[in-house]
């Protein structure tokens, strides 16, 4: 499996990292340099990655309160491929998603380790759930879901389900980047949004990602799909055959 090549993947990340610090993406990301510096040590893809950090400071009129004025998103990200990368079963056998948002009034308020200014929190988290039978409710294998131990103890005013969780297919560091940047990034306000997304190095890596991991998984939709994990009644158990 090509795209599974680890020395493709690093040359994808060395390009990445150049993308991101050339066209000024704002956030921390030496995670992303520490990985390259470790990845020749590698067999594998593979990597566990907890400190990526995206800054915003210009928001779009639908957040609430209005009076927020920076936030940053915290991805923690774990990525582990199979040994055998069967063609007929989902490659990662390990994988967490989680992103984490804390929103500020101020820009001082994030930086200063003793403010007293209140910090609000969102957070989602893109699960992996092997056994999709015999649940109490839909359980898509890859899924989205609101909410997290975090959000549970922000507000007692606060009501938080467990459901629904919402089919997505699992993502690489580079589609993972790609998720935040189109959802969170006002494209309007940070010019780097649009200037990657025309960028034809930034195209290729993120084909390549979605070649590794969205082909098969949308391959659940084919009739003549023959794969043993991403099948529809999996991926999208909502839906009837």
Same mark, same amino acid.
């Given at each position: 499996?090509? #795209?599974?090549?680890?020395?493709?993947?690093?040359?994808?990340?060395?390009? !990445?990292? $150049?993308?991101?610090?050339?066209?000024? @993406?704002?956030?921390?990301?030496?995670?992303?340099?520490?990985?390259?510096?470790?990845?020749?040590?590698? *067999?594998?893809?593979?990597?566990?990655?907890?400190?990526?950090?995206?800054?915003? =400071?210009?928001?779009?009129?639908?957040?609430?309160?209005?009076?927020?004025?920076?936030? @940053?998103?915290?991805?923690?990200?774990?990525?582990?491929?199979?040994?055998?990368?069967?063609?007929?079963?989902?490659?990662?056998?390990?994988?967490?998603? $989680?992103?984490?948002?804390?929103? !500020? %009034? #101020? @820009?001082?308020? !994030?930086?200063?380790?003793?403010?007293?200014?209140?910090?609000?929190?969102?957070?989602?988290?893109? $699960?992996?759930?092997?056994?999709?039978?015999?649940?109490?409710?839909?359980?898509?294998?890859?899924?989205? *879901?609101?909410?997290? %131990?975090?959000?549970?103890?922000?507000?007692?005013?606060?009501?938080?389900?467990?459901?629904?969780?919402?089919?997505?297919?699992?993502?690489?560091?580079?589609?993972?980047?790609?998720?935040?940047?189109?959802?969170?990034?006002?494209?309007? %306000?940070? =010019?780097?949004?649009?200037?990657?997304?025309?960028?034809?190095?930034?195209?290729?890596?993120?084909?390549?990602? *979605?070649?590794?991991?969205?082909?098969?998984?949308?391959?659940? /939709?084919?009739?003549?799909?023959?794969?043993?994990?991403?099948?529809?009644?999996?991926? /999208?158990?909502?839906?009837?055959?």
């Amino acid at each position: 499996m090509d #795209s599974w090549d680890l020395r493709n993947f690093r040359n994808d990340l060395s390009i !990445f990292i $150049d993308l991101i610090k050339n066209n000024e @993406v704002t956030g921390d990301f030496s995670d992303l340099d520490t990985l390259l510096s470790e990845i020749d040590d590698k *067999q594998l893809i593979e990597y566990d990655l907890r400190n990526i950090m995206f800054y915003i =400071n210009k928001f779009t009129p639908v957040v609430k309160p209005l009076n927020l004025n920076y936030c @940053v998103i915290h991805l923690n990200h774990m990525l582990m491929c199979s040994d055998s990368l069967d063609r007929e079963l989902d490659p990662l056998h390990k994988y967490v998603f $989680d992103i984490s948002i804390s929103a !500020f %009034k #101020s @820009v001082s308020a !994030f930086k200063s380790v003793s403010s007293i200014e209140k910090a609000y929190y969102s957070s989602w988290h893109h $699960d992996r759930h092997l056994n999709t039978q015999n649940v109490k409710y839909t359980h898509p294998t890859y899924h989205f *879901q609101f909410g997290g %131990k975090k959000m549970e103890l922000i507000d007692d005013e606060m009501a938080l389900l467990s459901s629904p969780r919402i089919p997505h297919p699992p993502m690489d560091i580079f589609l993972g980047f790609h998720f935040i940047f189109s959802n969170y990034y006002n494209n309007k %306000k940070f =010019n780097f949004v649009n200037l990657l997304l025309e960028n034809r190095d930034y195209q290729n890596i993120i084909k390549r990602a *979605q070649k590794r991991l969205w082909t098969p998984y949308f391959k659940a /939709f084919d009739s003549t799909n023959t794969h043993q994990d991403f099948t529809i009644n999996k991926i /999208f158990p909502l839906y009837l055959s």
